[in-house]
């Protein structure tokens, strides 16, 4: 206990600057450290400032986690929430679309817009950096007070994707680190902007500096940051603490342009090939700005758990919940394969994984 008390919130600290560092940005207090994306999200959706008579908008597709913090958080304060139709058909979507069909909906009562990154159901990637762009036009005529924030659940782009927290554009980034980024276990992260802090309440008692500070006599700091946010409690402080190892990781294969290219390749070279079988429905885009590293589809004829089944049979499966996890364990197989062949990492040189990839196209017809 005396070694966590004198360390805890040192390598704090170095968890949130690792993250920063990745994203790109300058300021590590405004990255709060979580255990999941739905602790993340619960924290920052539970925590907002949000009044009677303004709305969250969202559209018909998240995942369960946002939606039901988003519902939570209007039954708790009175507010209201609307999904809207994102798109009319996913074989003909583009990024025009997605974000006409958001900002259309846009009202004076609308406060926050709640997007994903990547839909975890269809693979489809949203244009967070030209929603928000929009986002920024209607807030150029809005006082502080009623300024649309746009959170994003990010966990399946953030690990593949390269854009930075910048270049995203949005208010909060909410993310779990132990998926595409293969960090450890019950870890995550929420990146903020400092105004976007400013319209949120912590949620559960912080046991950063801020606890120290509170049992000394002082008082809530007036601005609120990044460990502010951060749920206190006895977490799995191992894991949160070796989280910088993932970051660095990513380094040793050449950064996130390097794994953004080589994700994306094998992807296209998967999604090709369900594309072009006539019993296969591709659901996912095959461009590459309107997807990233989930691909989901179809088998004419067969359900998601016979077709599961199928490739359980052909020992290309190892997992029963979903075809997508196989995806992700191709792309885990892939990143070991390039620590130890780091010099060889590109096209042409994982011949073991291109094969499995091919050995996952063969379904039955």
């Given at each position: 206990?005396?070694?966590?008390?004198?360390?805890?919130?040192?390598?704090?600290?170095?968890?949130?600057?690792?993250?920063?560092?990745?994203?790109?940005?300058?300021?590590?207090?405004?990255?709060?450290?979580?255990?999941?994306?739905?602790?993340?999200?619960g924290?920052?959706?539970?925590?907002l400032?949000?009044?009677?008579?303004?709305?969250?908008?969202?559209?018909?597709?998240?995942?369960?986690?946002?939606?039901?913090?988003?519902?939570?958080?209007?039954?708790?304060?009175?507010?209201?929430?609307?999904e809207?139709?994102?798109?009319?058909?996913?074989?003909?979507?583009?990024?025009?679309?997605?974000?006409?069909?958001?900002?259309?909906?846009?009202t004076?009562?609308?406060r926050?817009?709640?997007?994903?990154?990547?839909?975890?159901?269809?693979?489809?990637?949203?244009?967070?950096?030209?929603?928000?762009?929009?986002l920024?036009?209607?807030?150029?005529?809005?006082?502080?007070?009623?300024k649309?924030?746009?959170?994003?659940?990010?966990?399946?782009?953030?690990g593949?994707?390269?854009?930075?927290?910048?270049?995203?554009?949005c208010?909060?980034?909410?993310?779990?680190?132990?998926?595409?980024?293969?960090?450890?276990?019950?870890t995550?992260?929420?990146?903020?902007t400092?105004?976007?802090?400013?319209?949120?309440?912590?949620?559960i008692p912080?046991?950063?500096?801020?606890?120290?500070?509170?049992?000394r006599?002082?008082?809530?700091?007036?601005?609120?940051?990044?460990?502010?946010m951060?749920?206190?409690?006895?977490?799995?402080?191992?894991?949160?603490?070796s989280?910088?190892?993932?970051?660095?990781?990513?380094?040793?294969?050449?950064?996130?342009?390097?794994?953004?290219?080589?994700?994306?390749?094998?992807?296209?070279?998967?999604?090709e090939?369900?594309?072009?079988?006539?019993?296969?429905?591709?659901?996912?885009?095959?461009?590459?700005?309107?997807?990233?590293?989930?691909?989901?589809?179809?088998?004419?004829?067969?359900?998601?758990?016979?077709?599961?089944?199928?490739?359980?049979?052909?020992?290309?499966?190892?997992?029963?919940?979903t075809?997508?996890?196989?995806?992700?364990?191709?792309?885990?197989?892939?990143?070991?394969?390039?620590?130890?062949?780091?010099?060889?990492f590109?096209?042409?040189?994982?011949?073991?994984?291109?094969?499995?990839?091919?050995?996952?196209?063969?379904?039955?017809?």
């Open positions: 206990m005396l070694y966590i008390v004198s360390h805890e919130q040192d390598f704090a600290h170095k968890a949130r600057a690792a993250a920063a560092e990745y994203l790109d940005m300058d300021d590590p207090e405004q990255i709060a450290l979580t255990d999941s994306t739905t602790m993340g999200l924290t920052i959706y539970t925590g400032n949000i009044q009677n008579g303004q709305e969250i908008l969202t559209n018909e597709h998240n995942y369960f986690a946002q939606q039901e913090a988003i519902k939570e958080a209007t039954l708790r304060t009175g507010a209201t929430f609307r809207v139709h994102y798109y009319d058909n996913i074989d003909e979507v583009t990024e025009d679309e997605l974000v006409h069909n958001v900002i259309k909906e846009v004076d009562r609308t926050v817009v709640g997007a994903t990154w990547v839909h975890s159901n269809t693979g489809l990637k949203s244009p967070i950096g030209k929603l928000s762009r929009e920024a036009k209607i807030n150029e005529h809005r006082d502080e007070e009623n649309v924030l746009l959170v994003v659940d990010g966990v399946h782009g953030f593949i994707e390269r854009d930075s927290f910048e270049e995203l554009g208010d909060f980034l909410i993310a779990g680190c132990h998926k595409w980024l293969y960090g450890p276990r019950g995550g992260i929420v990146a903020g400092p105004a976007g802090w400013q319209n949120v309440r912590p949620v912080s046991f950063s500096e801020v606890m120290w500070r509170i049992i006599g002082g008082q809530q700091p007036e601005r609120v940051t990044g460990p502010h951060s749920p206190g409690g006895f977490h799995s402080l191992e894991h949160t603490w989280l910088p190892s993932a970051f660095e990781f990513v380094k040793t294969l050449g950064g996130k342009d390097r794994i953004y290219q080589r994700v994306h390749e094998l992807n296209r070279l998967c999604k090939g369900l594309a072009s079988m006539p019993h296969v429905k591709l659901a996912t885009p095959l461009d590459d700005n309107l997807s990233a590293g989930i691909i989901a589809f179809e088998v004419k004829g067969m359900s998601v758990h016979d077709v599961v089944q199928h490739l359980v049979n052909k020992k290309n499966h190892r997992h029963r919940s075809v997508r996890q196989k995806l992700r364990a191709l792309h885990a197989r892939n990143l070991q394969h390039a620590e130890r062949n780091r010099d060889r590109g096209r042409g040189e994982f011949f073991e994984i291109d094969a499995y990839i091919e050995k996952l196209l063969q379904s039955p017809r």
